[in-house]
């Protein structure tokens, strides 16, 4: 059994998955989420709420939308007011088979909510029409002041809708399918990014998940991706025919943007698990994990826009602080809650590779392999291959841009393994199931002197686990204890 995440939100008791109504007001963030306050297993579907001032440390509120025998409250997002008056937007899943999109108030940060009457506000008369993301439309008041993106799921289309009230609601267009059949689209999101940080180049950035489904569905599971385009303010095109993806983890799902982001910038949150085995996961009191949020922008590599991810949580701003030495050509004993990242400033001749060795067998690698151009992380052991049929396995992602020179930047914490290549040109997010000891650590090339190229800093995060309560906090994340790092030349 891993430990429970010391510096990324998890519920205090009872089931997560995706992120719902993102919104940071009156300087503190928001995560709504899909919950079940009954249990460890999906079900019930309500939306949990907990705040943070900082994205590092959150504290859990009751629950704010909460279903009933007839409704259950499934995804959608929030939008503040200049009043500081929130709306949430959200799936209304009817028992009678219809999903339809309703509307809830909240005058006290999201504590208490006041449903529309009048709900649901917009009913397509489908069954799988869904997952509502709310965007701000400044810049085309004529064709409404909020446009709604919503999915007709089996169909693999986005819709949108504007809308000045967030009550009455226009179609204006629609987008796909495009891409693989045989996966259900969900958690549209469209967000706009300067590109190579341009203000004169503003693509729009279309943002979907995808979970697989019929009789032979693809074992690899769940998956997020994007699509970069133009946006006239009612329909969304691009020159693509496909869809890139996101990130190349197994587990990194319905990542949406909160709303009113300072600087309006793009800070996404996901939920870190896979349909294939979320009910499998194990659980004590708690099963779900949020990312690490992560700050979006657009990129050319290779000729072409991608987008590229930051950590946007404090947390990691602490590699910074070293405060001691040690050797990566040896073995290094970690726990389970760390930072680690390894960079070099010479060509690699051959694969650089991070190994994590946890409980009995258990482990992780992490390869850089600068010839075939990938990264490659491999979950492995007993417990891997006990937990489903489908989770022992290698995700491996391509890299673009022709450097060898970078900078790997791994998230480990408990059962959550997030890794960062090239200032975040590549991702790859998974679960791992490494115990609940400690890690050790080995670092190692093809090519022994290429260990001399390379800079190790490791960073510790020590907290108590008795800071994760139902009432007062998620997660709490004390100062560092340690940092270690290593440079040879």
């Known amino acids: 059994m891993s430990p429970r995440p010391r510096f990324h939100l998890t519920p205090a008791r009872n089931w997560m998955n995706d992120p719902n109504g993102l919104v940071y007001v ?4 928001h995560a709504f989420f899909q919950h079940n306050p009954e249990g460890t297993d999906w079900g019930n579907m309500s939306w949990g709420h907990a705040s943070s001032t900082d994205l590092e440390h959150w504290r859990a509120h009751p629950v704010a939308l909460r279903h009933s025998d007839d409704e259950q409250i499934y995804s959608g997002s929030v939008v503040a007011g200049d009043d500081g008056t929130l709306t949430a937007i959200y799936t209304s899943a ?16 999201g504590d208490t909510w006041t449903v529309d009457v009048s709900n649901p506000v917009l009913d397509r008369g489908s069954s799988d029409f869904r997952d509502p993301k709310i965007v701000r439309m400044p810049t085309r008041p004529e064709s409404g002041k909020w446009l709604m993106v919503a999915v007709e799921a089996v169909e693999r289309r986005v819709l949108f809708y504007a809308s000045d009230d ?8 629609s987008f796909g399918p495009v891409g693989p059949d045989g996966v259900v689209w969900e958690c549209p999101d469209l967000v706009r990014l300067p590109l190579d940080n341009d203000p004169a180049q503003t693509p729009w950035v279309l943002l979907l998940s995808t979970n697989p489904v019929g ?6 599971g769940s998956a997020m991706h994007y699509v970069v385009g133009s946006f006239d303010g009612e ?23 909160f709303d009113s982001a300072p600087g309006d910038e793009a800070i996404m949150l996901a939920w870190m698990s896979n349909w294939r085995y979320a009910h499998v996961v194990p659980a004590t009191t708690w099963r779900g994990a949020m990312s690490l949020p992560r700050r979006l922008s657009l990129r050319t590599i290779d000729g072409q826009p991608r987008l590229v991810q930051h950590p946007a949580s404090p947390v990691v701003r602490q590699l910074a602080d070293t405060a ?14 760390a930072l680690i990242e390894l960079r070099w400033t010479a060509d690699i001749a051959g694969k650089v590779r991070l190994h994590l060795a946890g409980d009995g067998d258990a482990s992780a690698d992490i390869v850089f392999d600068p010839t075939a151009k990938t990264l490659s992380v491999t979950r492995a052991g007993e417990a891997a291959q006990a937990l489903h049929p489908d989770f022992a396995s290698t995700s491996t992602a391509p890299l673009h841009g022709g450097s060898r020179t970078g900078r790997l930047l791994v998230s480990l914490d408990g059962p959550l393994l997030e890794v960062f290549i090239n200032d975040g040109e590549t991702t790859v997010s998974n679960l791992v199931t490494l115990g609940s000891g400690t890690v050790t650590l080995t670092v190692t090339t093809e090519e022994p002197g290429s260990l001399r190229t390379l800079t190790l800093v490791i960073a510790e995060i020590n907290t108590s686990e008795s800071g994760v309560e139902a009432d007062s906090a998620f997660t709490t994340v004390s100062p560092l204890s340690s940092s270690l790092t290593t440079t040879r030349k």
């Open 324 to 337: 001691a030495a040690t050797d990566p050509a040896e073995p290094i004993t970690i726990t389970l809650h």
């Open 166 to 173: 967030l009550r009455t609601w226009r179609e204006t267009g």
């Open 26 to 29: 009156d300087g503190t963030w």
């Open 235 to 257: 329909t969304f095109t691009t020159q693509n025919t496909g869809l890139e993806r996101l990130d190349h983890g197994r587990d990194f799902y319905a990542g949406v943007t």
């Open 215 to 220: 009789a032979d569905p693809d074992p690899a």
């Open 94 to 109: 009817y028992a009678r088979g219809i999903q339809a999109q309703s509307r809830a108030v909240s005058h006290d940060g």
